[in-house]
């Protein structure tokens, strides 16, 4: 099993960059595939980005397309989504999540291990 904890987020202004990062502190995330999710006040979570279990093959959702980028270090256990530039609907607490197969999902509940989420806040 994984046990995840992202780090990263913060206060950005429209048009800065942001690099959030998901750790697995069991060394297991390497045999994971991992996701990038996102919930802003009063709306449902949805996807941001996902990827393989070796990284190969990754994705990013249309809203976020040509400016976020997911990639991961299995050698450091963490996954990373770099975040340019942002915008304020941006703004919501991001969440990693991972699931244990080689493929990636795009929705939610294929996802098994969460981490706590973090905040990033994009001002105008």
């Known amino acids: 099993q994984v046990q995840l904890a992202e780090s990263g987020g913060g206060l950005v202004q429209s048009g800065g960059s942001l690099r959030l990062s998901c750790s697995d502190s069991r060394r297991a995330f390497n045999r994971y595939a991992g996701a990038w999710f996102r919930q802003a006040p009063g709306k449902e979570r949805e996807y941001v980005a996902g990827?393989?279990?070796?990284?190969?093959?990754?994705d990013t959702a249309g809203s976020v397309k040509g400016r976020f980028i997911v990639f991961r270090d299995n050698a450091k256990n963490t996954m990373y989504l770099q975040m340019n530039n942002l915008e304020p609907e941006d703004s919501a607490i991001y969440y990693c999540a991972a699931r244990p197969f080689v493929s990636y999902s795009t929705s939610q509940d294929a996802y098994d291990y969460w981490g706590p989420g973090t905040q990033v806040t994009v001002s105008p």
């Open positions: 990827l393989t279990a070796t990284g190969s093959v990754n």
